[in-house]
């Protein structure tokens, strides 16, 4: 082969490595910012799945709170009115039992 076809081979070869090597590049860049692309997608869809959640699990917690608070609320309401029904039968016992006192006390000073 003449020594001038070779050398424009050689330079033929080397322009299509230039080439391959060049759109190599522009792949890797290309997939780089997809997958950087991709990775701020998943990041946004995390975090609102993370706040998602959070409010799912504070509704929750609300209304357990709520919950356990009208049960405290019903038994207090149920004592208070075992407490007034029970001072309620006792009234006639306490007032005889302050009579009795009293009447003790009265004869005491005489």
Do not use: W, Y
Not at 58 to 77: F, K
Not at 98 to 109: K, N, R, T, W
């Amino acid at each position: 082969m003449p020594r001038p076809e070779v050398l424009e081979r050689i330079k033929s070869a080397e322009a299509e490595a230039d080439e391959i090597v060049a759109k190599a590049n522009n792949d890797r860049d290309e997939r780089i910012a997809e997958a950087r692309e991709r990775a701020e997608e998943i990041r946004t869809e995390a975090e609102q799945e993370a706040r998602e959640l959070k409010e799912r699990r504070l509704e929750e917690a609300r209304e357990e709170i709520d919950q356990e608070c009208e049960q405290v609320l019903e038994e207090g309401e149920r004592e208070r009115k075992e407490l007034a029904e029970r001072a309620r039968s006792r009234i006639d016992e306490v007032t005889e039992h302050v009579v009795e006192l009293f009447q003790e006390d009265v004869h005491a000073q005489t």
